[in-house]
C-alpha cells in the first residue's frame, strides 16, 4: 500500500511522532492510522522508560483557580531548554485544565485520570516523553479548597519558575496577590511564630550560641545579658523566615501582620512551589544540559 503524506500527517497529529517514525509505522501497519498510532504509543512509551532513571530537576510550576478550588503543580523536565518549548507548555496548560476540574488531591491520583480522548495523564506524560525527548514527570501537586467567604490570591513568577496561591480570611483580590508576590520574593518558612517548629527553634539556637562563643566581644559578659542577646537574636532569624514578621515587600517598613491589619483582613494559608526545590542535579545531567543548550 503506497503511503501518503496525508496519512503521515494524519498520524503526526494525532500522535506528535516524528514525520518518519510516522511513515515506518504506516509501512508496519498497512496504513491502517490507528493501529500505527497504537505501535507509536507502544514504541514511545518503550523509548520513555529508558529514560525514567534521568533526573528531571527543571520544567514549571502553576497555579489554576476555578471557584473556591485552586491547584498547584509541578511538571518537570530535564532542562530548562524543553521547559520552554510550546509543546512543554501546551502540555503544562492542558494538564492544569485537567487537574482543576476533577478531584484529584495528590500525584497518584492526578495520574490516573483520562482526558476526552480515554487516555490516562500517566499515558500522556510518557507519550510526551517520548516526542519531546527528555523525561517528563509530574512531581507535586496540591489542591486547596476554601470557603465562599473566602479570598483567593494568586501569582505567577517567570512563566511558572514559582507558582504562590494565598488564602484570605475574606475576599480582597489585589491584598491577596500582592501577598503571593512578597511569599515568592521572600520565601518564608512560617506563617506565623506559632507555627515554627521546635527543631528549626533548636537548630537556630545552637548556630547563634556557637557564633556567641566564639565572639571575643561576649566572653565574660554575665549570663542573663548573653541569654538576652541570644534571644534577641534568635528573634531576628525568625522575622526573617516568619511571613507575618517580614517587612512587607511593597513597604519593608511595615510588617505584613500590620500590613493586613491596615486592611482589616488575615491571611489563613499560602502555597508557594518553586522548580526543582530538593532536587540535586547528577554533574553529569548539568554537563548534559549545558551541551544540549549548545547544540
Known amino acids: 500500500m503506497v503511503i501518503t503524506a496525508a496519512m503521515v500527517k494524519e498520524l503526526r497529529q494525532k500522535t ?12 508496519e501497519t498497512n496504513g491502517n492510522v490507528e493501529e500505527a498510532a497504537t505501535l507509536l504509543r507502544e514504541k514511545g512509551m518503550a523509548k520513555a522508560a529508558k529514560k525514567a532513571d ?4 527543571e520544567g514549571l510550576t502553576s497555579v489554576v483557580v476555578n471557584g473556591n478550588d485552586a491547584i498547584l503543580f509541578e511538571l518537570n523536565s530535564e532542562t530548562d531548554f524543553v521547559a520552554k518549548n510550546k509543546q512543554f507548555t501546551d502540555l503544562l496548560n492542558s494538564l492544569g485544565q485537567l487537574f482543576i476540574h476533577s478531584n484529584a488531591t495528590s500525584v497518584e491520583e492526578a495520574l490516573l ?4 480522548e480515554g487516555k490516562t495523564v500517566d499515558t500522556i506524560i510518557l507519550e510526551a ?3 519531546i525527548g527528555e523525561k517528563i514527570s509530574l512531581r507535586r501537586l496540591v489542591r486547596v479548597t476554601k470557603e465562599d467567604s473566602q479570598g483567593f490570591g494568586s501569582y505567577i513568577h517567570m512563566g511558572g519558575k514559582i507558582s504562590v496561591l494565598t488564602v484570605l480570611e475574606t475576599p480582597n483580590e489585589e491584598l491577596a496577590k500582592d501577598l503571593a508576590m512578597h511569599i515568592t520574593v521572600f520565601n518564608p518558612q512560617f506563617l ?16 547563634i550560641s556557637e557564633q556567641m562563643a566564639n565572639d571575643e566581644s561576649l566572653q565574660g559578659k554575665p549570663e542573663k545579658i548573653l541569654s538576652g542577646i541570644l534571644q534577641g537574636k534568635l528573634s531576628k532569624v525568625l522575622q526573617e523566615i516568619v511571613l507575618l514578621d517580614q517587612g512587607f515587600v511593597k513597604d519593608p517598613s511595615v510588617k505584613v501582620s500590620n500590613h493586613l491589619k491596615s486592611n482589616n483582613n488575615n491571611i489563613l494559608s499560602y ?3 518553586e522548580v526543582g526545590e530538593g532536587i540535586e542535579k547528577r554533574v553529569e545531567d548539568f554537563a548534559a544540559e549545558v551541551m544540549a543548550q549548545i547544540k
Request: proline share 0%.
Open 16 to 27: 506528535g511522532a516524528g514525520m518518519l517514525d510516522c511513515k515506518k509505522a504506516l509501512e
Open 54 to 57: 534521568r533526573i528531571a530537576a
Open 113 to 116: 485520570l483520562t482526558n476526552e
Open 129 to 131: 516523553t517520548s516526542t
Open 192 to 207: 506565623s511564630r506559632q507555627d515554627v517548629d521546635q527543631k528549626t527553634i533548636d537548630i537556630e539556637t545552637k548556630i
Open 271 to 273: 502555597v508557594r512551589l
